[in-house]
């Protein structure tokens, strides 16, 4: 094996997304000699990002104050809220919105297209951007601390051996490196685990988010306007909703978000969201309209008290790398930019990490995650509990003397026969798409069929045996592009992993009962390429 070639830097940040790249923006604004690199491992800045999003403003106006003359393709200011109880399968209630989803000021935009508007941004200042480039491993140095990364070989057969377009991945070092991965990064969970950041904290847990962009005929859409549904078609003991953002030149962003601490084995995110498009209060909406885009993507949802400590000797984590989003208010792009604002001046300021973890738990980062702490966790004891205690919350401004715990996700699944399934008062669906697999068409995944496959599994052994048993293979349910089958041949019954539909979501890294899924990187640039979610 050829020695690896290494390139240098003051800094490398892992992930273009918000958190990312407005730490480079800002830390090459207060230092414009130090050398930094962002390693993107989609094919494009912004073709792997997915959220609602409404976003807050406030950091982008302190970041690049001058950003309004200029703007992101889609940023459409918001001009009305509206949120609904879908009771059952056709009635409503609309209800004042809560306080935290209040968006006067605010507005909605595609979060990989604002990435891709700031990744030149960054550049004219001299920051380096390497789309394509997957940060496959940690490097870890003498003395215990992370010096950088290694990108991923390209040109690896699914047997292992090399192929004819065989390319070594380089090394990136740097005194400093910078996770801001998202939710559930590689990278990031990785050295949680060498470092045990997550001791002195509760589990992290998460949710699923499930969206796509549709085209409707003209007259319907009203830009600006949006919509939060709860209720049906998530049982009482569900966490789930649903936005509906009104965008321009007719389109729609429509989703669903299920909380991963769900119950029940039989229980599938993908039909939940299908389901919530054919309630007569959305359905006539979109009826003769067309899917322009689907994705999905895990969100960190367990707030304060599963913030992992965010420094570790040569590294930080920030956004959602850390767990950043606030879940009341389904936002987490201005806790992303924030956190990278703050991290780049605290290396501006220091040249180095220590100390960062103080900071940003005293910083109005961390200050709106502690008054919000207990609004998620409320929700575990059911809906009616969860919105009781959310206004609770809400009115004392979370000043109760309490914290509620967080349980990791995969551990609440009830085993088959000792969970009563509920009544789902499903419909019948008419609206796209048919089925997972349809839906992955319009994720315009990508993966090369030869290559080692990403989603490794411990003991495919338990999926035939004991998991088909005690949970019916509930992976076949959670991911929502139809990556996990079980299959019959001659042999008997197989798991069969059909890893080029994988849209880099995690949530069976997260979701499985025995933990025995982890997902790694493929090779840079591929996966899914978003258009504009």
Request: charged share 20%.
């Amino acid at each position: 094996m050829s020695e690896r070639d290494v390139m240098e830097y003051d800094v490398v940040t892992v992930g273009a997304g918000p958190a990312g790249l407005a730490f480079a923006i800002r830390l090459k604004q207060l230092k414009p000699d130090i050398r930094v690199c962002v390693i993107e491992k989609a094919s494009t800045v912004g073709a792997q990002i997915l959220s609602g999003a409404v976003i807050e403003p406030e950091p982008l106006n302190a970041l690049l104050p001058e950003w309004g003359k200029n703007p992101p393709p889609i940023c459409v200011p918001v001009t009305r809220d509206e949120f609904l109880w879908l009771r059952d399968k056709e009635r409503s209630l609309k209800l004042p919105a809560p306080p935290q989803m209040h968006n006067h000021g605010n507005f909605i935009v595609s979060l990989g297209a604002l990435c891709a508007w700031l990744a030149p941004q960054a550049e004219a200042l001299g920051v380096e951007i390497y789309p394509g480039f997957a940060a496959a491993e940690p490097l870890i140095d003498e003395s215990g601390a992370v010096c950088g990364v290694r990108i991923g070989d390209m040109g690896v057969a699914k047997d292992g051996s090399h192929k004819a377009g065989y390319t070594q991945g380089i090394d990136i070092r740097a005194p400093i490196t910078v996770l801001g991965e998202g939710a559930r990064g590689h990278l990031s969970k990785m050295l949680i685990a060498r470092y045990a950041l997550d001791k002195n904290c509760d589990p992290q847990t998460w949710s699923i988010g499930i969206k796509e962009l549709w085209q409707l005929p003209p007259g319907r859409v009203e830009p600006g306007k949006v919509v939060h549904t709860i209720g049906w078609p998530a049982d009482n003991a569900t966490y789930g909703g649903s936005f509906l953002y009104h965008l321009d030149k007719d389109r729609v962003a429509i989703g669903y978000v299920t909380g991963l601490d769900y119950a029940d084995p039989l229980l599938s995110p993908f039909e939940l969201f299908q389901q919530l498009k054919h309630h007569p209060a959305i359905k006539p909406l979109l009826e003769g309209g067309s899917i322009v885009s689907y994705g999905a993507r895990a969100l960190a949802a367990g707030g304060w008290q599963s913030l992992p400590q965010c420094e570790m000797p040569g590294a930080l984590l920030i956004g959602d790398a850390a767990g950043l989003l606030n879940v009341p208010k389904i936002k987490g792009t201005h806790q992303a930019i924030r956190s990278g604002m703050l991290a780049a001046e605290h290396i501006a300021q220091t040249n180095s990490v220590v100390g960062w973890d103080a900071k940003l738990r005293a910083s109005v980062v961390g200050k709106e995650l502690r008054k919000v702490r207990n609004i998620k966790p409320g929700f575990h004891k059911g809906m009616l509990w969860g919105v009781v205690n959310a206004g609770w919350e809400t009115i004392t401004a979370g000043l109760s003397p309490w914290t509620l715990k967080n349980h990791a996700d995969w551990a609440q699944t009830k085993k088959i026969g000792t969970y009563e399934q509920p009544r789902r008062d499903f419909v019948e669906r008419t609206l796209p798409p048919r089925d997972r697999l349809a839906s992955v068409y319009f994720a315009a995944t990508e993966h090369d069929e030869d290559q080692p496959v990403h989603l490794r599994v411990a003991d495919t052994d338990i999926c035939v045996t004991r998991c088909a048993e005690e949970y019916q293979n509930p992976c076949q349910r959670f991911c929502p592009a139809g990556v996990y089958e079980i299959v019959q041949d001659e042999a008997g019954k197989r798991l069969q992993i059909n890893a080029a539909n994988c849209v880099h979501c995690k949530t069976c890294d997260i979701k499985d009962p025995y933990q025995i899924i982890t997902w790694v990187t493929p090779e840079g640039g591929a996966g899914p390429n978003y258009q504009n979610l």
